[in-house]
């Protein structure tokens, strides 16, 4: 093509674009022209230098713009775009080590490869730019300010997509997007080392860990190792004692989000999940799925150090520490080690006196809700405990065992101990 041709195609350009002029360059200096209009920071070419627009993405009237899909575009750089559309190519780099002039956007920190040239100048300023935009409502800070109306909506509550088959909202877009996946039950990301699939990537990745038994964070008070970041997060709170979660409508704080959504429950007393095969509802799935297994009978979660097996598989954990002789929970006021957290609120409670069980029917009050469930029984007279050699009825089940021992003969392991003594 003459160079005639070429300043006339590059006029009509700036004619449309209304830029300044650019000189033209003899074949021998494009070198040399490339190196002047590179981005100092990513490597990439541009045509000119005040806006950087990427060359390829200048439209030349003449050059043919049909796809191979018969689709016709107006402009190249649409049809660019969508060429790289059903491949999922990312031409675009931020990198300053090497360069490629079919990948001018590259970024050597993250090695992250983009679609479109807009993208990569946007990743940048997660590494380079000042987070001007600072919450007015707690220390984050944000090189966008659309970032920022993103994260004020955690402080506002403001939910502005709806799902439109239930009534659930959220404050960002593919939150809802995940969400639908629980309707249609799409799983679009498979594991490629086993079956199971996956509605989010983040799971995907996780689970992957499974596999390669990666542990890459761990506990600086403790020797514990963690696949995920916000697993080690969540364990050094049993540490620091941080419960950042507090319910509005009561005093009671979480140290896990999760623990605090199930909590807020309690207070709307909405049960979604229904048993099939009895009346009782319940307030999660996943206590659903473990109910249903006390109609049959299932026990997937098997001790390998003994023939013990467990509806749920917290509970194998906890009866594995009975084999390993494991504490990890411990009182700060007296010492005092616990297998399980439960255990250890329900110690704390004999060095604070707090007894937050009260009996609706007279002044009693007790530290734990099987106490207060006890004692109820004294009130109702309700005997759920018979015996079945004889007609006898027990509000407890201990004194049952006890009663039975009548009919064995069996004598109490405590009275043998004591008379040896």
């Known amino acids: 093509m003459s160079e005639v041709k070429i300043k006339e195609e590059i006029e009509i350009i700036e004619e449309s674009i209304n830029i300044q002029s650019v000189e033209i360059k003899p074949k021998e200096e ?54 790289r559309s059903p491949s999922g190519g990312k031409p675009y780099k931020c990198k300053q080590i090497r360069k490629a002039w079919e990948k001018p956007y590259q970024y050597s920190k993250r090695d992250k490869d983009f679609s479109q040239s807009d993208t990569v100048i946007k990743h940048q300023r997660i590494h380079t730019v000042k987070k001007q935009y600072q919450c007015s409502q707690c220390d ?23 799902c439109c088959q239930c009534d659930k909202t959220f404050s960002y877009k593919g939150d809802l997007k995940t969400h639908k996946r629980t309707h249609t039950g799409e799983k679009p990301y498979q594991c490629s080392q086993c079956d199971k699939e996956f509605s989010r990537n983040s799971n995907l990745k996780l689970h992957q860990k ?12 403790c020797e514990k190792s963690f696949s995920h970041k916000h697993t080690l997060i969540n364990h050094q709170r049993i540490h620091t004692g941080e419960k950042p979660y507090q319910c509005s409508q009561c ?16 207070h709307t007393g909405e049960k979604p999940y229904q ?13 659903l799925i473990v109910h249903q297994r006390t109609h049959t009978g299932e026990k997937p979660y098997q001790c390998n150090q ?22 990890p929970y411990q009182c700060s006021q007296c010492g005092k080690a616990f297998s399980c957290n439960i255990q250890l609120k329900l110690h704390q409670r004999t060095h604070t006196g707090e007894k937050p069980y009260q009996c609706s029917q007279c002044d009693k009050a007790f530290s734990r809700n099987s106490s207060l469930k006890l004692h109820l029984r004294t009130h109702t007279g309700e005997k759920p405990y ?21 009919h064995t003969g069996e004598t109490y392991q405590i009275s043998q101990s004591y008379n040896r003594a």
């Open 140 to 162: 984050k800070a944000f090189s966008w300010i659309s970032h920022l109306k993103l994260h004020q909506r955690s402080h506002t509550g403001e939910k502005p997509y709806q």
């Open 306 to 327: 003994c023939d013990k097996a467990f509806f749920q598989n917290s509970s194998l954990k906890l009866h594995l520490r009975t084999h390993t002789g494991e504490k």
């Open 386 to 406: 018979q015996c079945n050699q004889c007609e006898k009825s027990f509000s407890q089940k201990c004194t049952l065992i006890n009663h039975q021992r009548i």
């Open 275 to 287: 048993c099939s095969q009895c009346d009782k509802a319940f307030s999660q799935k996943s206590k």
């Open 251 to 266: 005093d009671k704080t979480f140290s896990l989000k999760i623990y605090f959504y199930f909590h807020k429950q309690t």
């Open 30 to 83: 494009i070198d040399i022209y490339k190196e002047e209009l590179i981005d100092s920071a990513c490597e990439s070419y541009f045509v000119k230098k005040d806006k950087l627009v990427p060359i390829e993405n200048q439209d030349l009237p003449t050059e043919n713009k049909t796809c191979q899909c018969n689709n016709d575009f107006a402009l190249k750089n649409h049809l660019i775009k969508h060429q």
């Open 210 to 221: 499974t596999h390669t038994g990666e542990k890459p964070y761990q506990c600086s008070q």
